[in-house]
């Protein structure tokens, strides 16, 4: 504290450094620059005390892969520093995120206001799944700020939406609907797998806890299937008596409570020591180490994918087979605004527009495409379509359609980073075949 | 669990454990700014072993009421009052940085009460940059942002957190933010910046005391620790190597393992 030679601007690490380094000391590893990844099920225990220490929490370390993994580590801590969160866990994938942290949240009984414009299996986990375990949802569509607040129950415990609803591009006033749900005493829970960290840090905007699919633009690759929850530390659980299971003692460790011995990581505490231990979705080391060779590069290809959205935006407006199109750059979008605040990095790679014709000329555009990919899965380096009525949201009837904001003409684009002509001349090769259907082949 | 010092209410964990009044008494005491919580991978082992245990919130920081208490003199007062409170009559002491100039004034105020000493990343004196206090006392958030980034060695900045998945530099952090700057980091650095009775007190130490010390320490380095040391008749070193002061965290095991053998060769428990 004596030096005072120091400059008043702290010298931590600055974000695209955290992306090639956070988490990790070679040192520590064989001097290995590289993560090792650590394809074990189980760890030597030193002695009986050792192995007691571990179970009970007393110290640090790795009991069973399951409940955690070196490799897995050093990506919690990677997405933990890159969100400004204070701990991670890793999981097998973005829907075993969520529901880990539902199932960390709240109890049979208990239940959720939640925005409807949602991944249409995120849309079934809470519309069919979660009321199997007791848990009920009340949907509010993302523009409606007032209406999250009207929902929250005497026993609401969380709110949770996509802050760039999936498909169609609407945006959750993160600021107001947190203030909302810190009125009400409980969680601010954002899906930011549109954004990555690079383009929105939801902490930063009042949010609690923030889950991610990493399969997605934070590993890029489309290789791996891997998932995230990250804590924001700035809740109080203790506040009111509403999460019982964070503050009271907990028989499944000796009477421990999470809120008071861990604080700002008591959340990611409880979802790995109960969570993890009794439902399981863990994330493989080969997966985990994959994850991070993607993240080493994200804001170099956030970068690319904003800038290649941005003019494929263009093009579609001005395309004469294009009915509407999508996406918070354009000056109209009713979030254009709110999107300058919140993603001000860039307002993300995912385009929903209208295609001329209807059904038909839509599956004739899919069909035709050579270079952009049919398939159910965004944020790839490689330029994604799909038609999710009949694709990702297929399992939803008219009504849950309509009320999710899609319709029949809607195709949902996700930008790659190839050469943006390559792209346009691709995606021309498809609005021919979708002006003269019955005149293309259908391959 | 809760108790009261002096009409104020105090929290403090037991370590996972229920406070068992027949057991020794180690208390645990934290930095500027902090909580109980900097201390959750010593006390439950000590919890688990013998030993009743209280990771305190000082006044005002944490879970504890009260405002923060603003001389070290008046917080080695209360620490003695503490003890009363909790019906023990002695106690093992264990500070972290601020909590070292706490334990070193009240051991040598209250020489009969402290039976062991264990300092971490503690010095004689810790005068504090102006441009820290100035931050602290004006509830910059950056003020958090600097004692974070200057507290930390290699294992905060580049991670590898003993336990997995949490980030070292935003967990303290949040910490250190949870209730209001100026209030708890402001007043706990001017009652830093404003001790200068450390060394005397240190001469007064009669009772085994243990340092430990980190070489990557900018906070309280490793030849402040030592001149303090020196002055401890009954005082051993120990040195950790690439960590800095956060060592209870950063290299939470090594110094768990010090502290370990010291105070169970020093302040042995006769329960399991």
Redesign the interface.
């Known amino acids: ?4 030679k ?1 400059t ?6 600055k974000f695209d450094t955290l992306s090639l ?5 070679p ?2 590893n064989a001097g290995s620059r590289q993560v090792p990844i650590y394809q074990t099920t189980s760890y030597l225990f030193d002695d009986v005390d050792h192995a ?2 571990l179970f ?7 009991i069973y892969s399951r ?4 490799t ?3 990506l ?3 997405v ?2 890159l969100e ?7 999981t097998s994938s973005g829907m075993s995120a969520i529901f880990l942290t539902v199932m960390t949240l709240c109890e049979a009984g208990d239940h959720l206001v939640v925005s409807s414009q949602l991944y249409g299996g995120t849309v079934n986990l809470f519309r069919l799944t979660l009321p199997k375990f007791g848990i009920k949802c009340t949907f509010v569509k993302p523009r409606d700020t007032q209406g999250f607040k009207k929902a929250i129950q005497k026993n609401t415990k969380g709110i949770f939406g996509e802050l760039v609803g999936n498909p169609g591009n609407e945006i959750m006033n993160m600021p107001e609907i947190a203030n909302i749900a810190h009125d009400a005493g409980i969680p601010l829970i954002i899906d930011a797998t549109y954004q990555t960290p690079y383009l929105c840090k939801p902490f930063e905007h009042g949010a609690d806890i923030v889950v991610h699919s990493l399969t997605k633009w934070m590993a890029g690759h489309g290789s791996s299937m891997a998932g995230i929850l990250v804590e ?3 809740f109080d659980w ?1 506040q009111n008596d509403k999460f019982p299971t964070m503050t009271k003692p907990y028989e499944g ?4 409570s999470f809120a ?6 008591a959340f ?2 409880k979802a ?1 020591a109960e969570g993890m231990r009794d439902f399981g979705p863990c994330l493989s080391p080969q997966n985990a180490w994959n994850v991070l060779q993607g993240i080493e590069t994200l804001s170099v290809r956030m970068k690319k994918h904003c800038s290649n959205a941005e003019e494929m935006v263009k093009y579609l407006l001005a395309h004469e087979s294009v009915a509407w199109v999508s996406h918070p750059s354009v000056p109209d979008h009713p979030d254009h605004e709110l999107a300058k605040k919140l993603l001000p990095n860039g307002r993300g790679s995912m385009i929903a527009f209208g295609i001329k014709g209807g059904k038909d000329a839509g599956v004739a555009f899919i069909n035709n495409v050579k270079l952009a990919s049919h398939l159910a899965n965004v944020g790839d380096t490689r330029t994604l379509v799909i038609h999710p009525a009949s694709g990702t949201h297929s399992q939803m009837d008219e009504a849950t359609l309509k009320f999710a904001g899609l319709s029949h003409d809607m195709i949902r684009l996700s930008v790659g980073i190839e050469d943006i002509n390559d792209i346009k001349n691709d995606f021309e090769i498809g609005f021919r075949a979708a002006r003269k259907p019955r005149l293309v082949s259908n391959q | 669990m809760k108790f009261k010092v002096n009409g104020q209410e105090v929290y403090a964990s037991t370590g996972g454990r229920p406070f068992d009044k027949n057991k020794p008494l180690i208390i645990f005491v934290h930095g500027s700014g902090l909580t109980h919580m900097t201390w959750v991978l010593q006390t439950r082992y000590f919890a688990f072993h013998g030993y009743s245990v209280l990771a305190i919130d000082m006044p005002g920081h944490g879970l504890s009421s009260g405002k923060s208490l603003k001389s070290i003199e008046e917080m080695a007062d209360w620490l003695s009052s503490l003890i009363d409170s909790v019906g023990y009559k002695e106690a093992s002491l264990v500070g972290h940085s601020q909590g070292c100039l706490v334990t070193i004034e009240c051991t040598s105020r209250y020489p009969n009460k402290i039976k062991t000493l264990s300092l971490m990343g503690g010095a004689g004196a810790i005068p504090m940059n102006p441009d820290l206090l100035n931050l602290a006392e004006n509830n910059d958030p950056k003020a958090v942002d600097l004692m974070m980034d200057w507290a930390h060695g290699p294992a905060g900045h580049f991670g590898g957190h003993p336990v997995p998945g949490l980030y070292h530099i935003n967990t303290g952090g949040m910490l250190a933010k949870s209730r209001t700057i100026k209030d708890t980091l402001g007043v706990d650095f001017r009652a830093c910046d404003n001790y200068k009775n450390g060394f005397d007190a240190a001469k007064k130490i009669k009772i085994p005391t243990l340092s430990i010390l980190a070489t990557g320490d900018k906070m309280c380095p490793v030849k402040e620790g030592k001149k303090l040391a020196d002055l401890i008749e009954k005082s051993q070193v120990e040195i950790i190597d690439n960590c800095g002061h956060m060592m209870l965290l950063e290299e939470a095991d090594r110094v768990l393992k010090v502290l370990k053998k010291f105070i169970t060769t020093n302040y042995p428990s006769k329960f399991k």
């Open positions: 504290m004596s030096d005072k120091k008043v601007d702290p010298n931590t690490y380094h956070a988490g990790y000391q040192h520590k007691a220490a009970n929490l007393e110290r640090g370390g790795h409940i955690s993994n070196p897995v580590g050093v919690e801590e990677r933990a520093s400004g969160g204070t701990a991670a866990l890793a924001g530390g700035k203790m460790y000796h009477g421990l008071e011995e861990f604080g700002p990581t990611t505490m790995r």
